[in-house]
């Protein structure tokens, strides 16, 4: 609370342990007000260092303290200085000495929901970043790994599951309807990794052989009644688990694996050690009430935590500033699996489409920092899109120097250099490169440098010499803040494309050009191609092989033959977007001018040939379809931008290929059904997906055809994907037809609360004028609840992240709704509070009034009595 202003944390003070902890007891008597919590921990002087301190400071909040031991003796008062962080005990032992410490905490009024909580009547734990300390005095820090060994007792009516990490060594009955059970870890883990879970739960359960042939339970818990949607959920975790031996060759290393789904998380999930705690949006799916989407962010995010297992939890972090270590590398892992489990092509563009659009608005805006900061305030704020998401692009490209095979021996040695130890960035780029006996040092740069650089290429060609000059350089774009900034070398997947659309083969210097891939490892070079017979089309940037702006200066004429005939499927898409991108810029201009604004119809033509083309996958026609999104299309503006043009000239567009595709589209509609029933497989998906986008773009060209099939769909599909896809399509069209189709939508699924999600973001997203006072209306819907950060986040989080018109509307209503649900939020909930206002990152492209506008709500924010660090680090950065 803002007493000062909070202090910031730096890097260059990282300083090891002075004690460290080799076993961890603890006896947790549960109460809903009344926790208590007796810990037993073997302290030991930290043997690396010299000198012993006579002292330890023991992290912790909100506790109440009620004893102290030392060896089995208490701890007299005068020895113990406790303030509201942390608890520091004097004159300890010079050698290893057992601390016994109680204390009480308080689950139910925990609505932060990091430490040990209530989610609808069950406990659970969240201790990443820092949440352990709020559950016991504790050296809170990830270089501290410790055996844990887990004592939980409660009323047996109440909590019949009593589950934490490892295995389940012993459970009793006790007087008084109480009973206990005790679970003990083998692997050493940082407290963060800690989880306890007690309630009344179903289980659904299976089995797996591991690739050695130990037999593993898994399982998955949920609330009693929903243990029908839990199928998908545990398909995904067996195809991840058998995934991570073949490309990695690693294994799970319990007898049992356990997820628990909670409907109070402040994130997607976390991944403590063999007890996965999960957003319940991330588990539970069932035809009829979770999209195809649902399906893929599922298999997707179950992936993700179980592959930290290894890439987190075996090797960890040393400490908070090197959290990309453990989720660059497992976003990267994710990934691969999503590419390999459905279609390659599709899964990179939507990876790099979200990259684009989300990382790097971060990156170019007052909250960019580095994949490994080199400061914080609060930690919390820092499991970003730049740590997660570019985190992962770095590995990537790591892997495209080094080629898929030499990546993994570069993972082999990491793991075998460094299995049971907290490690750094440094660690894990040495171990791939000294695997392939290569220097990668360069690329740390890649880790400590902030924005992101903008790539130039220039190609000319020598008819005489049958040469094309490649010249390609680098820039990073000015921010306030950040230091000057070096060359990084930059990874160039290319091609060249002769006259009738053929691949020229690529040499240099009398030698092939490996996988078409060229480094520029300075601030400018020139690449120049030999044997090139005739001036040819420059494929630049090939799967997105390095997180830059491309700055091609290409024509539009090249593009258009990129768009119809690169041999690269992920570039055809790439120019299509940025074509398009530069044609809504180009539009919005005009309108905001009062200018005439023309459709380019070479673009519409281009775009219909592939969206018509039977020999592609459905998924990638739809994500052709696609256009860039306002807040993309503000982002190239980049200045003065107008939100009200921007979304105007998009919906031109959109209408002007709903009408002249208009043909296409209704025989794409018509011949891309999916078979029946219901399979949310990735072919049946992306069927789905491109029927969805057909319809989408009739119906914005007003086409009689798709009005009537998204009216009918409307009330006749039997799947989420379609019953939802038809309501979203009708939102833009509005009306009575849209209005009855909310209000049978509601009806029907009032009681399930994940579909109300989507019903109440669905309108928090609409850019129709009464959208404002429609949130007002969603937000005192008795489904509504504050505390509950999946419905703030399907409304506020919809509003502010999904809807530039509207939150950026003119009158700077929508800044105060969201100015207002911050400061309400962050009083008791910080965590969630700091991720909804960084919806106002952007403020400073959009024009004077607007700037005015949010401005003075930032201002009123900052000026709070009292303000959460949280929030006072992402609110005093964007303010600036
Ligand atoms: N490690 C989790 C993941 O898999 C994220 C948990 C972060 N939670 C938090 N409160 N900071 O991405
Ligand atoms: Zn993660």
Redesign the pocket.
Known sequence: MKTDTPKQIYLKDYAPPAFLISETYLDVVLDPAETRVKSRLSVVPNPALKRRATEIKLDGELLRLLRVCIDGVPVDEQRLVATDKDLTIRDVPAKPFTLEIETICDPAANKAL?GLYLSRGVYCT?C??E?FRRITYYLDRPDVLSKFRVRIEGVKPDTPVLLSNGNLVQTGDLPGKRHFAVWEDPFPKPSYLFALVAGKLAMVEDSIMTRSGRAVTLRIYVEPGKEDRCDWAMRSLKRAMRWDEDRFGLEYDLDMFMIVAVSDF??????NKGLNVFNDALILARPDTATDSDYERIEGVIA??YF?NWT?NRVTCRDWFQLCLK?GL?VFRDQEFTADQRSAVVKRIEDVRWLRSMQFTEDAGPLAHPVRPSSFIE??NF?TRTV?NKGAELCRMLQTVLGRDGFRKGLDLYFDRHDGQAVTVEDFVSALGDANGADLSAYLLWYNQAGTPTLDARLSYSEGAKEARLTLSQTFPDLPGQPKRKAVPIPVKLGLLGPNGGEIPLEVEGKPVDGGLVVLSKKKEVFTFEKVGSRPVLSLLRDFSAPVNLNAGARDKDMLTLIRADTDLFNRWQNAQAFALKHIVALASAIAKGENARVEPRFVAAVGEVADDDTLEHAYRAAFLALPSESDVALAIGENVDPEAIHQARTLLRAAMGKSLRAILESVYERSAPAEPYNPDAESAGRRALRQSALSLLAAGKSRFGIARVKEQAKTATNMTESFGALSILSQVGGEAYDQALQRFHRKWKDEPLVINKWFALQASSPSPDTLARVADLVANPLFSIQNPNRVRSVYGAFAHGNQVRFNDASGAGYDLIANAVIEIDGFNP?MASRLVGAFESWRIFEPKRRALAERALGRILDQKELSPDVFEIVSKIVG
């Not at 402040?266 to 991944?271: H, I, K, S, T």
Request: hydrophobic share 25%; net charge negative.
């Open positions: 990091s969240q990443e970043a949440g402040n994130m997607g999930a976390m991944e993700h935590e930290h987190g989720e497992t930690i919390n499991y997660y965590q």
